[in-house]
């Protein structure tokens, strides 16, 4: 079973950041926070990773908070290919991905 | 290039038959992974194979049999096809140690 909790759907306007909050309160020390996405009719895309420290790539960032509780994955300016299903995945690095039921974001124009 | 390629893209059989689905990435990962994703979405692991030794084995009918003839290639073999295989299989692969993996477009399978 996955072991977080995602909003079912969320929606954002273009251009805007787009926030999506993942609670992952069972997490242990050794398991990192993953995010994938999943555009309609494709394969999944990983997105970021990160154990407790804040990270950043060319696609997001990824804000965890301090007793790595819960995280929040920013798409800073949101475009109407965000429109996705956004996985949270907490893994010890090498173990199978689990994938939950993820948040559908829907960017509206 | 495609990095994560696979064939068929779609997949149209009666129940009773034996079907392959093929996979090959260009990456040079020594990981390979086959998931399926019903008709709910839900997105679930069956395979992993390391330099072509199968390291997870997920509870999967008997009938899905993978094979890895090298690295960059893991196939799917399955068996007197049923009603509910009817689902989306990816492929994916990584370097074992490292975070990402990287799906394939899928191949949507329908079992009439």
């Known amino acids: 079973d996955a072991k977080t909790t995602q909003p079912p759907s969320m929606d954002c306007a273009e251009g805007r950041a787009a926030n999506l909050p993942c609670n992952h309160s069972?997490?242990?020390?050794?398991?990192?926070v993953y995010w994938y996405r999943q555009i309609h009719s494709q394969g999944p895309q990983y997105i970021i990773h990160?154990?407790?420290n804040n990270e950043t790539n060319e696609m997001a960032s990824l804000i965890i908070t301090e007793d790595r509780k819960s995280s929040t994955l920013i798409l800073p300016h949101a475009t109407l290919r965000d429109t996705a299903v956004y996985y949270c995945?907490?893994?010890?690095?090498?173990?199978?991905?689990?994938f939950g039921k993820g948040t559908r974001l829907h960017i509206l124009p | 290039d495609t990095a994560v390629s696979q064939t068929p893209k779609y997949l149209v059989t009666q129940m009773g038959n034996d079907k392959s689905i093929k996979c090959e990435q260009n990456?040079?990962?020594?990981?390979m992974y086959w998931y399926k994703q019903d008709s709910k979405k839900f997105l679930k692991i069956m395979f992993s194979?390391?330099?072509?030794?199968?390291?997870i084995n997920e509870t999967v009918p008997n009938r899905f049999s993978p094979k890895s003839p090298d690295k960059a290639h893991l196939n799917l073999h399955i068996n007197s096809l049923e009603l509910g295989d009817s689902a989306v299989y990816f492929c994916?692969?990584?370097?074992?140690?490292?975070?990402?993996?990287?799906f394939g477009p899928g191949t949507r399978l329908t079992v009439t």
């Open positions: 194979y390391n330099n072509k030794e199968l390291i």
């Open positions: 990160g154990l407790k």
């Open positions: 995945i907490v893994r010890v690095r090498d173990d199978k991905i689990i």
């Open positions: 994916a692969s990584s370097f074992r140690g490292r975070y990402e993996q990287y």
């Open positions: 990456l040079g990962h020594d990981t």
């Open positions: 069972t997490i242990s020390g050794n398991e990192y």
